[in-house]
């Protein structure tokens, strides 16, 4: 499977300081300070969790899902055992 993960700052800074016309790229550094700035103080204000701590959720919420699925099937089981004393033999 392809890496699909989104450009990091350095990243995004890059492209944009790339695409600027030739006129601008004397004003390189001014623009790759103040477009680094900028871009740090939205993300900072954004609810945002880095892509190592969404993985690790992910897979705390794999096995938590695994373990309740295996509860699950122990309570059927138990209720079936209960049921089946309950009921009268013929």
């Known amino acids: 499977m392809e890496d699909k993960r989104p450009p990091n700052i350095d ?3 890059s492209r944009v300081i790339s695409a600027l016309p030739e006129g601008f790229r004397e ?3 001014e623009a790759d300070r103040h477009l680094r700035a900028a871009l740090h103080s939205a993300f900072s204000r954004l609810d945002l969790v880095t892509r190592e701590e969404f993985d690790i959720q992910r897979e705390v ?3 938590t899902r695994a ?3 295996a509860l699950e099937e122990q309570v059927l089981k138990l209720e ?3 049921l ?3 009921q009268p033999s013929t």
Do not use: M, P, T
């Open 11 to 13: 990243e995004l800074v």
């Open 67 to 69: 373990r309740l699925e």
């Open 80 to 82: 079936n055992e209960i």
């Open 84 to 86: 089946d004393k309950e």
């Open 61 to 63: 919420l794999a096995r």
């Open 27 to 29: 004003l390189r550094g």
